[in-house]
C-alpha cells in the first residue's frame, strides 16, 4: 500500500498551495485512494476518498474542502451532490462522462485506468467532470491524453517502470506531461512527489 506525500502549488507562477498526504491500494474490486489536504501553514484544508472500479469508473467520490463537500459516483454518466458550508442547499448534477477529475493525483491515476493507452497510439478525448478549488464547482471539460512512452529505471527496491502522458486541453489547446509509476503520480503541473514509504502498487495486466 503506497503511501506518502505529494507537494502542491499553482502550476503557473508556483506558488505553494499545501501538501496532500495519502495512502492508496489496489483491491479485488478496482483501487481506492484516500488523502489529507493541509495549507502551506499545516492546517486542515480538506480531502479526498476515491475508489474506481476494474474498469477505473467512479464506484465512489467523497471531496471536502472549504467546508463544501462533492459526493459522487459513476450513475448515468457521473452524477454527483455538492452541499453548500451551511448545509442548508445541495445541488445535484450529471453529465454525459465517463469519470471526474480535480486538482489531486487520485484523478490522473484514475484517468490512465480509465483509458488504457498503448504506447505510441493517437490521442484519446476524454469527457471529465472537474471539481475546481477552492469551493469544489464542477465544470465538464475535454481532454486528449496520449501515452507517449513506458520507461524502466532501477530502483533499490528493483525495477520500476514509469510511464509518461501527454495531457491536451482541448478547450485552452494547453499540452503538458504527466509522469506516473503504478499508481503513484510522480510530476505533473501543480503536483511534485516529495515522499513515499513504499513503492507504487502495480497493476494487473490488461
Known sequence: MPRGRYSLHDPHDHAPLGEEHFHCAPGPSGWRYVSQLTTPEGEHAGSVDLAIDELGRPIRLELNAASW??????????TWVRTDPTGTEATEGNVRAPAFTGTSPAFLVATTRLLRLTPGAPATRVRLVNF????????TVDQAWALLRTETHSTDSGLLAVDEYQVSALDTGEVHTVHIAGDVVLSAPGIELEHLETPPSVFPID
Do not use: M
Open 69 to 78: 463537500q462533492v459526493r459522487g459516483a459513476a450513475i448515468d454518466g457521473v
Open 132 to 139: 475546481t478549488d477552492p469551493v469544489l464547482a464542477p465544470r
